[in-house]
């Protein structure tokens, strides 16, 4: 029976690369793709959502979200996929990734379409639905971060494993550039058939009604793809690894290895678009794709140690001159810096964080604790989108945006974030390495029960 598991293992770790690794990592990536497109697209369209159902004919600025309206309406997914990464990860382990796998998909598709639904149109009705099915669509992704990357792990060789991860996670920039160009598709069409004055000149009119359908198009959108891999997620073999280390079932094991106010509503969400599809294309996508590539030659340790110092590097590059950066003639200055921080997010320790937990646990514990670790990652993304929100206000009460209180000021903000990244720096020592070692050595399962 031990001999026999060995073999088994053996056979995947000197495996040749094959059309199924990459149909494995299309198939897999495809939650990352949702993830990124749903998180990317809802920030492009909460300026439309403010101007749609905050609107005040008095004021003399847009309508925009309440502060705590928009602190939910961008992070109550975040909560959802903290909660899904801890229930689906254990549930991994218990059921076998095959099993769940089709779950969370379904759960994408539902409340990706759903979200897009309202009960009644007023702004609290919208809001509530919006932010319920939000919730339960985080649940679904995050039960796709700890399968994804522990079927990925368990499907590769050991030589090209970190690659084949790391190409996993890059779905994510396919989801941002997506959603980039959905929104622009969307906007750009709707200002052309709906055309619309600035809310100087027409306050009313700047936001047209049929605006309402742009937000929702583009939230729903990201079911599609989604929908289109299921039929291929369902006919996915359970891992070999689980099957022979967890199931215990060899036979099986060994067959399934064949196998703002100077531009109308519309315009405004063209131009948000815009604006960030570029930096996605230009750093954040780039990222992704440097560590698929150097993943494997550099090792896991040296990537997350470089991206950790370069990001402290630029943060505090941003901050301290923060005043000269805001100035009209730095601002692209300004943006390169930006780009560059992004850059070496994904091209270190945002792409790391994802690999190596998926690597150096044992195959019984190893969804479990992916999902622990995720989870521990996404508090610190929901402290971040709750938290930046108030705390980058400024300290003159004055110049605050209206319903928040003062905070520390976007510098002093900054200074805080490039800490944090120094201290991650710090904590990047204690991570072992698992550059070219097998799974079962990296988590001492090279000793199989006889």
């Known amino acids: 029976m031990a001999e026999q598991q060995l073999g088994v293992l053996k056979a995947l770790d000197v495996a040749k690369t094959q059309l199924y690794h990459f149909t494995a990592i299309v198939i897999a990536g495809m939650g990352f793709f949702t993830d990124a497109y749903d998180l990317f697209c809802v920030s492009l369209v909460t300026k439309l959502l403010g101007r749609l159902y905050y609107f005040n004919p008095l004021s ?54 759903a979200s897009g639904l309202s009960f009644g149109n007023k702004a609290k009705g919208v809001m509530t639905t919006l932010c319920f099915f939000r919730f339960w669509l985080g649940f679904g992704i995050g039960g796709d971060y700890p399968l994804s990357a522990t079927i990925m792990s368990e499907y590769a060789n ?40 600035t809310y100087a000149v027409n306050r009313a009119l700047s936001t047209p009604p049929q605006a ?47 196998k703002a106010a100077t531009m109308n509503g519309i315009h405004e969400v063209f131009m948000i678009a815009r604006a960030q599809t570029l930096i996605a294309l230009c750093s954040t996508v780039p990222g992704y794709w440097f560590t698929v590539a150097f993943i494997d030659i550099m090792g896991r340790f040296a990537i997350q140690l470089m991206g950790f110092f370069m990001m402290t590097v630029f943060m505090f590059a941003i901050a301290f001159p923060y005043d000269h950066w805001i100035k009209p003639d730095n601002r692209i200055g300004f943006v390169v810096m930006y780009s560059l921080t992004f850059f070496f997010a994904n091209f270190g320790p945002n792409a790391t964080t994802f690999i190596v937990p998926a690597e150096i646990f044992p195959a019984r514990l190893r969804s479990t604790c992916h999902g622990i670790s995720a989870a521990t990652g996404k508090a610190g993304a929901i402290v971040g989108a709750f938290g930046f929100l108030y705390a980058a206000q400024s300290q003159d009460k004055t110049k605050t945006d209206a319903g928040y209180p003062p905070g520390i000021g976007v510098k002093n903000s900054l200074i805080m974030l490039g800490v944090i990244n120094f201290v991650g720096m710090l904590f990047t020592f204690l991570v072992p390495e698992p550059k070219g070692k097998s799974l079962e050595e990296l988590s001492g399962e090279t000793e199989v029960e006889k």
């Open 158 to 197: 050991k030589k090209t494993r970190g690659a084949f991860i790391a190409a996993v996670f890059a779905m994510q920039g396919v989801g941002i550039l997506a959603g980039g160009f959905v929104a622009l598709a969307v906007s750009s069409i709707f200002d052309k058939k709906f055309p619309a004055p």
């Open 212 to 258: 309402d359908y742009i937000w929702r198009i583009i939230v729903m959108f990201g079911a599609l793809p989604a929908a289109l891999t299921y039929y291929w997620r369902m006919k996915m073999p359970e891992t070999a690894r689980y099957t022979a280390l967890v199931a215990k079932n060899i036979k099986q094991a060994t067959q399934d290895m064949s």
């Open 60 to 113: 003399e600025k847009p309508g925009s979200l309440p502060p705590h309206v928009a602190a939910a309406v961008n992070g109550v997914a975040l909560c959802g996929t903290l909660a899904g990464q801890l229930f689906f990860g254990w549930l991994g382990d218990k059921l076998g990734r095959k099993k769940v796998y089709g779950i969370t998909l379904i759960m994408m598709i539902v409340c990706s379409v």
